[in-house]
């Protein structure tokens, strides 16, 4: 849709849902799964992803979840009529983003200077590349802090190298003997 601004705008998909107090198993799961997708809160029981064909079927699973727990659920379509609310939309998913971005380059900095050892670091680094992965993918307008995360986990892969940590690969994955001979 194009708005009266001549700008398009962007498509969300929204879950309405309810989900019974008890047991509190399945709200807790449905709960958890919405927020590693990264979902912007806009009010209780009711979340948006900007849309596309993954984070539609994301938000169709989750809803599925939702009624299998006896509760109930609708996703809709939805677009914000004006451009300072979706952008006000984007930047609080983006902040959010950049909270957990600088919290993993923290991590990477703290490892960088402790005393570690670097069959530890390597271990620490393999943790840290799936926490980035994880994060990217609910990153959907993605901060400058991304950049700072990703080169904060480069500067700590740099310090796991084979001269330091014999029979560990970069990815922190312990090599076969016959690797090593070569």
């Known amino acids: 849709m194009v708005t009266t601004h001549g700008r398009v705008a962007l498509d969300w ?9 008890e047991p509190s ?5 449905v709960w958890r799964k919405l927020k590693a997708l990264g979902v912007a809160q806009l009010g209780d029981g009711l979340v948006a992803l900007p849309e596309d064909a993954r984070t539609r ?3 169709e699973w989750v809803a599925d ?5 006896g509760g109930t659920a609708l996703l809709l379509r939805a677009q914000a009529l004006a451009h300072r609310d979706e952008r006000a939309l984007a930047q ?9 971005y600088r919290e993993l380059a923290a991590r ?7 005393a570690a050892g670097p069959v530890e670091r390597a271990g620490v680094l393999k943790r840290l590349r799936a926490d980035l992965r994880k994060i990217k993918k609910r990153d959907y307008f993605p901060p400058a802090e991304r950049d700072d995360a990703v ?20 990815g922190g994955r312990r090599r076969n003997s016959e690797t090593l001979r070569g």
């Open 13 to 21: 998909v929204t879950l309405i849902y309810r989900v019974p107090r």
């Open 151 to 170: 080169a904060a986990v480069n500067r700590l892969a740099i310090t796991v190298d084979d001269r330091f940590a014999p029979g560990l690969s970069r």
């Open 92 to 100: 609080s998913m983006s902040r959010a983003r950049a909270k957990e």
């Open 57 to 59: 079927e994301h938000l």
């Open 108 to 114: 990477a900095a703290e490892v960088e200077v402790e």
């Open 25 to 29: 198993a399945p709200r807790i799961a």
């Open 65 to 69: 979840q939702v009624i299998e727990a």
